[in-house]
C-alpha cells in the first residue's frame, strides 16, 4: 500500500515562521514524524513520498497548493493519502484539510487529524475522516497511532464503523444499519448499564455544547442595573415586529421603561411550543415584571428600560449562540450588569 | 444564549422548567421555575400565592447572579 504524507514547513524540517513562504516540494521518504508513522505503519504500507509545503503558500496560493498536491499524488500512484497532524495550528489545519479534499476528487482515500476546535476541524469534519488530537503537539504519537490504524484500514478499502469505535470526530449523520436487538431492548440494556455504573454507548448523542466559565458574580446588586432577556416569544399584542413562532433565528426588544404591570391583552405569547393561555391571561407568568418593580431600588439597582425575546422552539444552537452575543454585545453597551433569563 | 451571555461576563439566572436540561446545556446559573409555560408562577394559585411564588422565585435569581459558581448550578426558590 503506497502512502503520501502532507506536512507544513515546521513538522517537514525546513523551519518556522521564516520558511512559512517555502513553495511545494516532495521528498520520497517519510519526513520528521513520517518517520513515526512509518514505524507504526510496519509492513502494512510505506509512506512513498511526502508533501511539504510552507503554511503561507498553502493559504495564499491555494488554486498552486491544490494543483501540486493532485499531482503528486497522481504521479506517485497514491493508495492512501495522510495529512498532519496539525493540532491547534490554524494555516496548517486548513491546508491539510483542503490537501485531503483534492485527495478525495481523485478518488484517493484520506485521513487527517486535528484539534476539534481548530477552524478546519469545523469546516472540514463532514467531509473528511478527520482523527481527534490534543491542541498541541504532545499528543503526537496517540495522533499517529490512530492515522496509521485509519490509513491502513481505509487504503484496504474497508467501511468505517461509527466514530467511537474508529476514532475520527463525528460527521453529523446517522448509517442505517440491522441490529439484533429491538431499538427497546437496547435502551433498556442502556439504562441497567448506567443503574450499574458502567459504561454505556448513547445512540443518540446530545449536541456537544461550549462550557463557559461562570461570569462573576455581581459584588454590589444594590446598585446594579439588571435586564430580562425571555425565550418565550412574549411580544406586545398583534406582535407588530412579525417574531417568529419557532425555528427561531431573531430577537426583538421592547421597552418596558415607566410599566409597573405587563397587563394581559396589551401583551401576548407567540410561542409556537406550549400552551400559551396562562401568559396570556397573565404574562407575569412568563416575564415577572410585577415582583421585579417590587425589587427594584432595594434588592437591585434599577431595570434595564427594554427587554429582549425570542420564541425558544426547535432554535439550532448556532442560532441561540448568535442571539445570544448580539443581546450581551446590546446589554453592555447600554450598562446592564446582569440578566434574568425566563426559559420557557 | 445564556451561555454567551455569560462568555461576555454578564451574569445571567436562568429561570427554568427544565433545570437538569438546562444545566445540561452548561447554562451556569440556574433557577427552578415553576412549569414550562409559567416559569415564573403558577397560575392554579390565588393572585395573591402566585405572586409570593413568584417573589421567591425572582429573588433565588438574584441571589444567583451574587454568588460565585464554578459550574452549571441549580439555584432553589428559598
Avoid at chain 1, 484539534?115 to 498541541?136: D, G, H, M, Q
Amino acid at each position: 500500500m503506497r502512502i503520501v504524507h502532507f506536512l507544513n514547513q515546521f513538522y517537514g524540517r525546513l523551519g518556522g515562521e521564516e520558511a512559512a513562504d517555502t513553495p511545494v516540494r516532495v521528498v520520497d521518504a517519510p519526513v520528521g514524524p513520517g518517520t513515526r508513522l512509518q514505524e507504526l505503519l510496519g509492513q502494512r504500507a510505506d509512506i512513498v513520498a511526502t508533501i511539504v509545503c510552507g503554511d503561507n503558500v498553502a493559504a495564499e496560493e491555494p488554486s498552486t497548493f491544490r494543483d501540486a498536491v493532485q499531482r503528486i499524488l497522481q504521479e506517485r500512484l497514491a493508495d492512501v493519502f495522510v495529512a498532519g497532524p496539525a493540532f491547534n495550528a490554524g494555516r496548517y489545519g486548513l491546508a491539510c484539510g483542503a490537501a485531503c479534499c483534492v485527495a478525495a476528487e481523485l478518488g484517493v482515500p484520506s485521513v487527517t487529524a486535528l484539534y476539534p476546535e481548530n477552524p478546519a476541524a469545523s469546516l472540514y469534519r463532514r467531509e473528511l475522516v478527520i482523527v481527534p488530537t490534543t491542541a498541541t503537539a504532545s499528543g503526537m504519537q496517540a495522533a499517529l497511532t490512530r492515522l496509521a490504524d485509519l490509513a491502513v484500514r481505509l487504503g484496504n478499502g474497508d467501511a468505517l464503523g461509527p466514530p467511537w469505535v474508529y476514532g475520527y470526530l463525528p460527521h453529523g449523520f446517522r448509517r442505517v444499519e440491522l441490529r439484533e436487538k429491538t431499538a427497546a431492548d437496547r435502551a433498556l440494556d442502556m439504562l441497567a448499564a448506567r443503574l450499574r455504573g458502567e459504561p454505556f454507548q448513547t445512540e443518540v448523542p446530545l449536541p456537544d455544547v461550549a462550557r463557559v466559565d461562570p461570569a462573576p458574580p455581581i459584588a454590589d446588586l444594590s446598585t446594579a442595573t439588571l435586564a430580562v432577556v425571555t425565550t418565550s416569544a412574549l411580544v406586545p399584542k398583534g406582535n407588530p415586529d412579525k417574531l417568529r413562532q419557532s425555528y427561531s433565528t431573531e430577537w426583538r426588544s421592547y421597552s418596558i421603561a415607566g410599566l409597573e404591570r405587563l397587563e394581559p391583552g396589551a401583551w401576548e405569547s407567540m410561542h409556537g411550543g406550549f400552551d400559551t393561555s396562562a401568559a396570556n391571561a397573565d404574562p407575569h407568568q412568563v416575564v415577572p415584571l410585577d415582583v421585579l418593580r417590587l425589587l427594584e431600588g432595594a434588592t437591585f439597582g434599577r431595570l434595564h428600560d427594554r427587554y429582549f425575546v425570542t420564541a425558544g422552539v426547535g432554535t439550532a444552537v448556532s442560532a441561540a449562540q448568535r442571539m445570544g452575543a448580539e443581546i450581551a454585545a446590546e446589554l453592555l453597551s447600554s450598562g446592564a450588569q446582569g440578566v434574568i433569563l425566563t426559559a420557557t | 444564549m445564556s451561555v454567551e451571555l455569560e462568555r461576555r461576563g454578564l451574569p445571567t439566572a436562568v429561570i427554568s422548567a427544565l433545570p437538569p436540561v438546562a444545566q445540561e446545556l452548561g447554562a451556569n446559573r440556574v433557577v427552578r421555575g415553576v412549569k414550562i409555560p409559567h416559569p415564573c408562577g403558577d397560575p392554579t394559585l390565588e393572585p395573591d400565592a402566585d405572586r409570593a411564588l413568584r417573589l421567591r422565585i425572582v429573588r433565588a435569581a438574584l441571589k444567583s447572579l451574587t454568588q460565585p459558581t464554578s459550574r452549571p448550578t441549580i439555584f432553589d426558590p428559598a
